[in-house]
């Protein structure tokens, strides 16, 4: 089976934050638009609800880091692909902005749908001072 592959003389990329997302926006009706934007929070939102569970790609480390490292990781896996003619994709900020949004999403909707309230399980003590 052979792997089916383009590949171009130039790599697309984009290095300026929101500039994609903002161009999308402007386009919202288009049905491409739509499914990059939501495409890229969903595909990350599982990473999110594995760190709630404590099943993480990179062990111990901060929510926030964790959400900008995976996509970051992502992104370099994109361009190293490329550099070995694999393939060719974008590499573009927004979609680690849009990534990372999608895992601190996942993360945030575990935790408030897993999470015990505070308070919830209080229990009332009667208390008798003996005198």
Do not use: W
């Amino acid at each position: 089976m052979a792997l089916l592959c383009s590949s171009t003389e130039y790599i697309l990329y984009n290095y300026i934050p929101f500039k994609t997302i903002i161009e999308y926006l402007r386009d919202i009706p288009s049905s491409t638009a739509i499914k990059n934007i939501i495409g890229n929070i969903v595909i990350c939102m599982p990473f999110g609800f594995y760190y709630f569970f404590k099943i993480r790609v990179i062990p111990k480390i901060n929510i926030a880091v964790y959400a900008v490292a995976i996509p970051l990781i992502i992104e370099s896996g994109q361009l190293f692909m490329y550099f070995i003619n694999l393939g060719m994709r974008a590499v573009d900020i927004d979609d680690v902005i849009l990534n990372s949004s999608g895992i601190l999403l996942g993360y945030y909707i575990t935790r408030s749908l897993f999470q015990k309230k505070k308070g919830s399980s209080r229990s009332t003590h009667i208390v008798f001072n003996e005198q």
